[in-house]
């Protein structure tokens, strides 16, 4: 929950929403250390001080920690795992009424056996939440680790998902049940800085170079022929951003928040993989939407599932395309005011943390 993951702002607003819902939540660090809360009870990671060592270890050694190697997979199982579950079981067994165990990003692999060990002794549903489809399928190998090689997927009562077109892979894997439960964000956290709007174009995520073909169509070439500023930031940049100016790899959240709201048009340039698989949601356009942003994004999709793609965000598929629609929006300020506004309205009637929270419970409820 310390961690600087895309997933991270979308999980701490849902456990908010899940308490503010009614439900109280149990959590317990697999990574880093634990974050205190008033809308959870947090347990201290029973692998922490092991965790760093080994990675200084490892660091020092130069072995590589890479999502193909098999160093950590095996560390993890002889030694986190048995302190994981020890962990476990002291809160199920002093705190009598838990209705489900759910893992969230978890790397599958280094707990084999373990939901099957919990729910044999406790009888609760264990339920799996993966926040990074589809690059955590095998055949990606995962942002930090290929965490399905080796696992059971059936020990699980139920995957939750936030990439609908990855939900044929998962059953065919040995899944029992999949459900889809999208990113959603909590409005109070995403609210709008009045501030002067001296920035054109804005776009900020990192891994560059999974984006490099539309970068170059909504960035790179549109900022050498037209007389507009084009900023950008984020992390992994080799390519060529045109006449943009580069903000460098890390913002801070307010800092994004003041930087999207002083630009006119927000641009939402997507993961190649997410953008090609079918409804997998991801949190920059639900967050640009809240802060009231008017948006422009490359080709996604499933987009339309859960914005107006002619009245809320707009396409675009081609560098013409995208130079005659900045044309056209950068000459009309109210038209970017309907689109921010009317995406904004989309977000709070629709796409909050807790319309996700509420549709978790519903599914949960099933396996109970």
């Known amino acids: 929950m310390s961690k ?10 849902l456990y908010k929403a899940l308490h503010e819902e009614g439900h109280e939540l149990f959590i317990i660090p697999y990574s880093g250390k634990s974050i205190s809360s008033p809308w959870w009870t947090c347990y201290d990671n029973p692998n922490y001080q092991k965790g760093e060592i080994l990675g200084k270890i490892i660091k020092k050694s130069k072995i590589s920690m890479g999502n193909s190697s098999n160093i950590i997979p095996f560390f993890a199982k002889k030694f986190a795992k048995p302190n994981l579950e020890k962990s476990i079981k002291k809160i199920l067994t ?15 692999n280094q707990i084999s056996g373990l939901a099957s060990s919990l729910r044999k002794s406790y009888d609760v549903p264990v339920l799996f939440y993966d926040v990074d489809l589809p690059t955590s ?49 909590d409005p109070t956290e995403y609210t709008p800085v009045k501030t002067s709007k001296d920035i054109d174009f804005f776009f900020y995520g990192h891994n560059g170079k999974s984006r490099i073909d539309n970068l170059t169509m909504m960035v790179t070439e549109p900022s050498k022929k037209l007389d507009y500023n084009f900023v950008v930031g984020g992390r992994d940049y080799p390519m060529d951003l045109g006449n943009s100016q580069f903000l460098g790899e890390q913002l801070e959240f307010s800092k994004w928040i003041r930087f999207s709201c002083r630009a006119k048009i ?12 079918f409804a997998t949601s991801t949190a920059r356009p639900f967050e640009l939407s809240a802060l009231g942003c008017c948006i422009v994004s490359s080709p996604y999709n499933g987009l339309e ?30 038209l970017r005011h309907k689109m921010g506004n009317a995406a904004q309205q989309r977000v709070k009637n629709e796409h909050t943390s807790r319309h996700r929270a509420r549709q978790m419970i519903e599914i949960i409820k099933k396996f109970v």
Not at 4 to 13: E, K, V
Not at 98 to 104: A, P, R, T
Not at 266 to 273: G, R
Not at 324 to 332: C, G, R, S
Request: proline share 5%; hydrophobic share 40%.
């Open 137 to 185: 399928l095998p055949e990606y190998g995962g942002f930090s680790f290929n965490y399905y090689p080796g696992a059971d997927l059936a020990e699980y009562d139920c995957f939750l998902i936030t990439s609908e077109g990855s939900k044929p892979k998962l059953l065919e894997m040995g899944a029992r049940n999949v459900e889809t439960v999208h990113i959603g964000i």
């Open 266 to 277: 927000n641009l939402n340039i997507v993961h190649d993989l997410h953008a090609k698989v």
């Open 94 to 108: 002093s705190v009598k009424e838990i209705d489900v165990m759910l893992f969230i990003a978890v790397p599958l």
């Open 305 to 334: 599932k859960w914005f107006d793609t002619k009245k809320e965000i707009l396409l675009v598929k081609s560098e013409k395309e995208c130079i005659e629609i900045y044309k056209m929006l950068m000459d009309d300020e109210e």
């Open 4 to 13: 600087p993951f895309s997933a991270t702002p979308f999980l701490t607003q």
